[in-house]
């Protein structure tokens, strides 16, 4: 086992950019953004371990490092890279602890955590956890608010989550109240929930479900059309909702009703019905994800 800090940059809203603009100028554009990233991550004693699509995965043999090139990074790409009149921005989270490294490649706890941290990034955003930053030396430039708690796979207690604040200006940097923290229930609901003849019980005592094709993920889907780290179900003070953050989008069928798209975006789960990631085909019960909400 060796210790280095894991870090992951990817492109926010590619999507659009190929749905706009098509494939050959988006990729181009992309290409474009990857390479600044890569020049950063080296300033910073990065090693580039693969490019992913949209995104790039490196190694610091410190939290610092890494830190220091997400800072890097940001300042690069923020408003310096335009497609037509979309403006193109990242979001970078990172980790550092034990990995196993094999042919070129890195595997372990902190890649997986690295990725979620990753997945609670939105753009223009750093995220990190406070395991994490308590490493690091903080430049006097630099600072940094607390999002609250968040239940992570292969941890025992809730982490605290972080936002490094690159911006020089922080004034239009959106207040938050803790909203990943979680609070006390006020009922004592369950949420059964199904994939693939596998069912769980969510719980207060399991407040956070993580969903998509990736390894880490407490549900697996094999929905082609679904992302790595497509959504997650939480539970705070008494409510299970559910919150997209895949490239695709998310279509949820609940009592009876139409099915609804979210994008990026949060839907409280009511009573029973299906979810579907990536594509609205609710025809492969297999691939959907049945709820239902117990009292």
Same mark, same amino acid.
């Given at each position: 086992?060796?210790?280095?800090?894991?870090?992951?940059?990817?492109?926010a809203?590619?999507?659009?950019?190929?749905?706009?603009?098509g494939?050959?100028?988006?990729?181009?554009?992309i &290409?474009?953004?990857?390479e @600044?990233?890569?020049?950063?991550?080296?300033?910073?004693?990065?090693?580039?371990?693969?490019?992913?699509?949209?995104?790039i995965?490196?190694?610091?043999p410190?939290?610092?490092?890494?830190?220091?090139?997400?800072?890097?990074?940001?300042?690069?790409?923020s408003?310096?890279?335009?497609?037509?009149?979309?403006?193109i921005?990242?979001?970078v989270?990172?980790?550092?602890?034990?990995?196993?490294?094999?042919?070129?490649?890195?595997?372990?706890?902190?890649?997986?955590?690295?990725?979620?941290?990753t997945?609670?990034? *939105?753009?223009?955003?750093?995220?990190?956890?406070s395991?994490?930053?308590?490493?690091?030396?903080?430049?006097?430039?630099?600072?940094?608010? &607390?999002?609250?708690?968040?239940?992570?796979?292969?941890k025992?207690?809730p982490?605290?989550?972080?936002?490094?604040?690159?911006?020089?200006d922080? &004034?239009?940097?959106?207040? @938050?109240?803790s909203?990943l923290?979680?609070?006390?229930?006020?009922?004592k &609901?369950?949420?059964?929930?199904?994939l693939?003849?596998?069912?769980?019980?969510?719980?207060?005592?399991s407040?956070t479900?993580?969903?998509?094709?990736?390894?880490d993920c407490?549900?697996?889907?094999?929905?082609?059309?679904?992302?790595?780290?497509?959504?997650?179900?939480?539970y705070a003070s008494?409510?299970? *909702?559910?919150?997209?953050?895949?490239?695709?989008?998310?279509?949820?069928?609940?009592?009876?009703?139409?099915?609804?798209?979210?994008?990026?975006?949060?839907?409280l789960?009511?009573?029973e019905g299906?979810?579907?990631?990536?594509?609205?085909d609710?025809?492969?019960?297999?691939?959907?994800?049945?709820?239902?909400?117990?009292?």
């Open positions: 086992m060796t210790e280095l800090c894991i870090l992951f940059a990817d492109i809203e590619s999507t659009a950019l190929f749905e706009k603009h494939d050959e100028a988006a990729r181009e554009a &290409s474009s953004v990857l @600044v990233l890569l020049s950063e991550a080296e300033k910073h004693q990065g090693q580039l371990v693969k490019t992913i699509g949209d995104e995965m490196c190694t610091f410190k939290a610092n490092h890494a830190l220091l090139a997400a800072v890097d990074m940001q300042n690069a790409v408003g310096n890279f335009v497609l037509g009149n979309h403006p921005t990242i979001r989270g990172f980790h550092y602890g034990d990995v196993i490294e094999e042919d070129g490649d890195v595997f372990g706890d902190a890649v997986n955590v690295a990725a979620r941290m997945g609670y990034a *939105k753009k223009g955003q750093i995220i990190t956890n395991i994490t930053f308590k490493t690091c030396l903080i430049p006097p430039f630099l600072t940094h608010r &607390s999002l609250g708690k968040a239940k992570i796979k292969g025992l207690l982490v605290e989550i972080i936002e490094v604040l690159w911006q020089q922080t &004034s239009q940097v959106t207040r @938050v109240t909203a923290d979680i609070k006390i229930p006020t009922t &609901s369950q949420l059964k929930l199904e693939n003849a596998q069912q769980q019980i969510m719980t207060d005592q407040p479900k993580t969903i998509g094709r990736g390894d407490d549900l697996q889907v094999s929905m082609l059309m679904a992302s790595r780290h497509h959504g997650e179900i939480q008494g409510h299970f *909702k559910y919150t997209d953050e895949s490239t695709n989008g998310t279509w949820i069928l609940q009592n009876g009703n139409d099915p609804i798209r979210i994008h990026r975006d949060s839907m789960l009511q009573g299906q979810i579907t990631f990536g594509e609205p609710f025809s492969n019960l297999e691939q959907l994800l049945q709820f239902k909400i117990l009292k």
